[in-house]
């Protein structure tokens, strides 16, 4: 079984600040997948980005972008130019490719602050 | 393009009532996920399906809950009777195939579940 964990319960920033938002994961698969979900106050939750654990680049979308470490079982998220609409709680997930299935962590309350 | 549809938004019963949960999918997507979401946490699985077979219901309680996705589009999860543990919100989820690079889960808004 996989388990992911997101050590920080909550961070702040200060706007058009940069923040970095932890997880690590422990499994023994070698075919998977890393997202960061962001779910905003009251609304659905979307995909922020995406990285295949065969690819050794590290994932870029615009002002976020990931250090993943796949030794250390590492994928934190970084958000450059932080902005107030990215308020919202960020969920860290592990994708088991053969079983289709999907792992969340407890989530990072980000707060962005004026 | 609509996204996932999940109704009610809302639904607050009292303890040992029934209660039902829809969800419509994207058009095309053969994958729909449960998902029940505690306060404070992440979501955890409670059904996949793939087209109408249910391919994973480990994590579902089946003394109380049930699920169907009889054609293969929209799905419904009931609970019968409900807890006051099963407060919570409830995410439907949908994906164009599960095992593949083209894995990008879409999620609906959810059902929020007060049980009194």
């Known amino acids: 079984a996989q388990t992911v964990t997101q050590s920080q319960p909550e961070m702040s920033v200060q706007e058009a600040e940069t923040v970095t938002l932890s997880c690590t994961y422990d499994t023994s698969e070698n075919n998977y997948y890393l997202f960061w979900y962001k779910q905003p106050p009251s609304r659905q939750m979307i995909l922020v980005i995406r990285q295949e654990a065969y690819k050794q680049q590290n994932a870029t979308e615009n002002r976020f972008s990931v250090n993943f470490q796949k030794a250390a079982k590492s994928f934190s998220l970084k958000i450059s130019d932080s902005q107030l609409g990215d308020t919202a709680m960020y969920f860290c997930?592990?994708?088991?490719?053969?079983?289709?299935?999907?792992?969340f962590g407890d989530g990072t309350t980000l707060t962005v602050k004026p | 393009e609509a996204g996932v549809v999940q109704s009610p938004r809302y639904k607050i019963i009292e303890k040992k009532q029934p209660v039902a949960f829809w969800c419509n999918p994207i058009s095309g997507h053969n994958t729909l996920y449960w998902y029940l979401q505690n306060l404070g946490q992440g979501p955890e699985l409670l059904i996949r399906?793939?087209?109408?077979?249910?391919?994973?219901d480990s994590q579902l309680p089946k003394d109380r809950f049930s699920a169907e996705r009889l054609k293969g589009v929209d799905s419904t999860l009931k609970i019968q009777p409900a807890e006051l543990g099963d407060s919570a919100v409830y995410l439907c989820a949908s994906s164009l195939a599960s095992g593949t690079p083209r894995n990008e889960q879409f999620f609906g808004p959810g059902t929020r579940l007060t049980v009194l």
């Open positions: 399906y793939e087209n109408e077979e249910a391919v994973d």
């Open positions: 997930a592990f994708y088991n490719t053969n079983a289709g299935k999907s792992t």
